[in-house]
């Protein structure tokens, strides 16, 4: 059964500051892995897709890599804002199953301060 | 709409009654998904449609758990004789098709905040 964590659970830095948010996962047979973002009373906001074959993704100031073998993918947000403060959660597709059923990180707790 | 609609945004409810939780999802979107999000939990997939194949419901946690999806559109997810556990926010999302190896994004809703006194 496929596992995935995130570390930490929380993070507060100061405005302009370099985010790195950790993924794990336990079973490498992933077609692809995504980041998402949630704001308090919303739903999710899909941030960054990477499929199996490739190593990152970009958009804008967020990068993600993956790293199959190793079961990991990271998350950077570069030069933070106080507007990029949420929840971020990654998802992978259950293993052998039909459709896109994701298993969810626990996410991590994201404040930026001003 | 543009987006994932749910309804209603937020649900009290007694002990014992039952509720149904609504989703509209994006036009033309073939595959629609149901999530729990409750504290402790996470995120836990309940139930899935694809199209008009029967639905997977593996996710269900119990009988007392129900959804339909009528017309390849607007889907229901019922919970009868709601519990305390039951508390949690009921997440629906979309995507364009259910295949797996498209690496298709999907599209949440909202949710329903769901108290159950």
């Known amino acids: 059964k496929q596992e995935v964590t995130q570390i930490p659970a929380a993070l507060s830095v100061p405005e302009g500051e370099n985010l790195v948010l950790n993924c794990s996962f336990t079973?490498?047979?992933?077609?692809?892995l995504q980041w998402f973002r949630q704001d308090p009373g919303k739903g999710l906001t899909s941030l960054l897709l990477?499929?199996?074959?490739?190593r990152e993704q970009t958009s804008g100031r967020l990068n993600a890599s993956l790293d199959k073998s190793s079961g990991r993918s990271t998350l950077y947000i570069a030069a933070s804002q106080p507007g990029d403060s949420a929840t971020y959660l990654c998802?992978?597709?259950?293993?052998?199953?039909?459709?896109?059923?994701?298993?969810f990180g626990g996410g991590t707790r994201v404040l930026v301060k001003p | 709409g543009a987006g994932v609609s749910q309804s209603p945004s937020n649900k009290v409810t007694e002990k014992g009654k039952d509720v149904e939780l609504r989703c509209d999802p994006i036009?033309?979107?073939?595959?629609l998904y149901w999530y729990r999000q409750s504290l402790g939990q996470g995120l836990e997939f309940l139930i899935y449609?694809?199209?008009?194949?029967?639905?997977?419901k593996s996710g269900l946690p119990s009988d007392r758990f129900s959804a339909e999806r009528t017309g390849g559109s607007v889907s229901t997810l019922t919970i009868q004789r709601t519990q305390q556990e039951d508390s949690a926010v009921y997440l629906c999302?979309?995507?364009?098709?259910?295949?797996?190896?498209?690496?298709?994004?999907?599209?949440f809703g909202s949710g329903t905040q769901l108290s159950v006194l």
């Open positions: 998802a992978v597709p259950m293993i052998k199953a039909a459709g896109n059923k994701l298993t």
């Open positions: 990477i499929q199996s074959s490739q």
């Open positions: 079973d490498s047979a992933i077609y692809n």
């Open positions: 036009s033309g979107h073939t595959a």
């Open positions: 449609f694809q199209g008009n194949s029967a639905p997977d």
């Open positions: 999302a979309s995507s364009l098709n259910a295949q797996a190896a498209t690496n298709e994004k999907l599209f």
